[in-house]
RNA sequence: GGGCGCAUAGCUCAGUUGGUUAGAGCGCUGCCCUCACAUGGCAGAGGUCAGAGGUUCAAGUCCUCUUGCGCCCACCA
């Protein structure tokens, strides 16, 4: 094992056990009545997507659950697969065929969906590849796409069960339009974003009269598809006006006042112009008032329909030629600043443009029932439990869902038209049509392609030319991964799912909804728990976004320090539920880790004498622990508890810290240096027992989270043991349990004692400068029996961890010493020719200070009546202990100070 | 307009039910290349826990208010 290199090589390492892992199945599950399932479904990446540090936080925390289940015994699956991500992968295909001049309408329909199939097959599983060098254990072999003939069977299904049931229909609605992207929107996939605007005050003609009804907007292009202006009814500026007509400056149109008791009068002028099929507010006027509905924008956004001056205008080059034009004329008020919210489409950031037109809607009120009942029910929860009041505050507000997109990538409507019967119906433009259910004839809901018109037996059919919003089929996602709607082994055995991992901005999208779904395909929750991990963030607080050009890219810090170093670092930084922030430095703490841990293992097996350690891994024989055997016994089996609880309760940095305190603070500063001792004096095979255990023990906690050097080691120091090769991988190790046989207080205080006599004498001898190569005695003294025979007993141990010369304990005390009180012991070094006096006495007087301070506090605490008869007993205990040692240690201190004075005269 | 989060060492952050002297990493200072590791070891400096009030024997922790940052939701055109 010499052959082992001071630093540890992650790069080899990881890609060498991932290929082994994979490629031994290590990852797969498979239904087993006799074990209990563990199931994630990942949340899938974009096929689009490439690994971001988001991604790699929340795999890393996928990952870490998974694997600390399996090794728990559990059946573990973890189901991988991407999303079709309609809008932005058709926006991704379409700019590269912008870069061959050609858009999308050359190629034609299918064509166009052939070559992204074609883009998918060549790029979309890249994402998947980097997932598995972030060390992923997804079980591959059901790697799932959401455009996989099982799933668009799946999203059929549902589709034709919401309509057979009356929760989808189509209608003629306000809804989100992106522009650019020239399809409809969700209100979720239109963000709100705060925005500098200004507001318009535009003077309206009062028919009959020189008067004039000021009116305020933010966007006057609309102006030209004005139908009303509305007042409030009891607003006393504009009562007399109610019923006049005003004529809308430039289109001349005669348009009637109204009155509504929505307008708030407040705001602007009190009047509002009303548009109704260019605003969701407007239109419900519109329809509640029966005005002419005036659509004066084509679908990318120009004006058409209006006076020839702005025909074709793009609407922004519209509002200033109308601004200018209004001004000239004299219609133009005052003009402010305002500060708004506008729609922005989540895919291409275009500003949206409410429009007017022919969706398709899911109702969701009464899907959300059942969503909503079993959170207050409490038997889906959230970590944190703050998102459930935002979970349940949407859930209870919840607005129709437009599932319709004006695109050609993704799952196509399910429907059909008879041409012949709806001429009959009259046209779908009608907005009084909106909201009318579908199941007219001459509409055709099926899974399957129809080949008749069941009203009027025509076999002149088209289908609907939209597709479905791309979160109508991952909503699907925890069952139809398993095969749904067929009833398969896979479903009834790994449904419901367990754990599922995401980010805040995804709640509404895709959690919620998959509630629903949820119950209303599977009649029960998808999973029961949901962790929402923080958003990565710079150190300057803002989200990582490769638009903004601030983002960590882990591939980048996978190349430079490891996939161990990435995820330890991750993790760290991950306190339940709080934002991530990140810089590139922090990194090399876990890749500094990684070091440690190679080499503290590079130690062991580099020690002789292993073959006569038969089966280290067999029981230790307790009679023959030494006080440093016992207690990193104890404390390992503390940090077991710490890191399954941690892991059990989500605190996955607690987990991470416990571990590496274990290693790196125990294990490593401590009891290995205390091994090379004990080595070195016969109890060798004790010794390398215990390390062996220890550490086989610690990188199995820490493989979850540190997956690929655990597996390096652990097999390496199986070798030593002569492990089975069936068992040589750490993956499918038995998680460490507690022992309480290994909890041993009295030897976690005795070594508390020998830890406070060392770092005593090392601070002394470090602040007095005493030169690194002397070995001055040791002098220990203490009236306490138990703790000096505790300290004789220890005292190869203390004279090789302070290099000192002979230890005595309670011998003859040396006349002049520099001195340090612990516990009640006194440790004394010799000054004689070594130690500076003056720098002695400012040491001493600078302590009994501390000590006096301390003492003083802990005094009026105890002479505070209150705290004594109400403080509970413990507390007290704890309280008078600490005096008496105070005071003891004051005394002492105080003794030597003086002695140091004497001298110094 | 509602709701949420954050404010602790120079920096980035822990601190789970209130309880002895508030922790870590980085950075900084001093000493050490000691035969696992300088990606390391030992020792050390550094904090009125944002501010004000309150509850309590006891508050970083609970309550109220204030300030500053960040986020989410909402049809003020």
Redesign the pocket.
Known sequence: MSELS???NPKEVEERRYKQWEAAGTFNADPDPSREPYTIVIPPPNVTGILHIGHALNNTIQDILIRTKRMQGKNALWVPGTDHAGIATQNVVEKKLAKEGKKRHDLGREAFVKQVWEWKEQYGNTILRQLRSLGSSCDWRRTRFTMDEGLSHAVRKVFVKLHDDGLIYRGNYIINWCPRCQTALS??EA??V?TQGK?FHIRYPIEGSDAHLE?????PETMLGDSAIAV?PEDERYKDLIGKYAILPLVKRRIPIIADE????????????VTPAH???DF?LGRRHKLDFYNVMTDDAHMTAVPAAYDKLDRFDARSKLIRDLEEQGFLGAVDE?V??VGHCYRCNTVVEPRLSLQWFVRMKPLAEPAIQVVKDGKLKFYPD?WT??YL??ME?I?DWCISRQIWWGHRIPAWYCDKCLNLRGQWADPTLAGKPTGLPGIIVSEVQPSNCPTCGSGVLRQDEDVLDTWFSSWLWPFSTLGWPAKTPDLDYFYPTNTLVTA??II?FWVARMVMAGFYCMKETPFTDVYIHGTV?D?T???MSKSLGNSIDPLDIIEKVGTDALRYTLV????????????D??F??G??F???LW??T??MV?QPGWQFVKNPHSALNRDRLSLADRWILSRLNKTIIRVT??ID?Y?F??AA?GI?DFL??DF???Y??IA?VQISQEKAETTLRVLWHALDTALRLLHPIMPFVTEELWQRIGELAGRPAEKQTIMRAAWPKQDSYDDDPVAESEMDTLQAI??AV??M???L?VP?DSRPDLFLATPDAQAATAASNQESLLRALTQSGKVHVDAQRPKDAAAAVVHGIEVLLPLAGLVDAAKERVRLSQRVDQLAK?LA??EA?LA?N??T????PE?LE??K??QR??QDALKKTRAYLATIEAMAK
């Open positions: 001071a630093q540890y209100d979720e963000p709100r705060q507001l009116v305020a907007t933010t966007r409030h929505d307008v708030d009068r407040e705001f602007g002028t009190g009047a509002v112009k605003d969701p507010v419900v305002h708004h919210n703050r009041k935002v505050n949407w507000n607005e805040q901005e509404f963030r150190i607080g803002k989200k760290t930084a991950t306190a339940i539920g709080q934002d991530v922030f990140l810089s430095e922090r090399t703490v890749r500094n990684a070091n440690k080499n503290a590079r130690f580099s609880c941690a309760d605190q940095n607690d810290n590496y790196w603070r490593c500063d401590w290995v240096e090379k060392v770092s090392r601070a001898r470090s602040e400068h690194a301390q506090g802990t605490r505070n209150e705290f008869s109400k403080a509970p507390i704890g309280a202990a600490q040692e105070l």
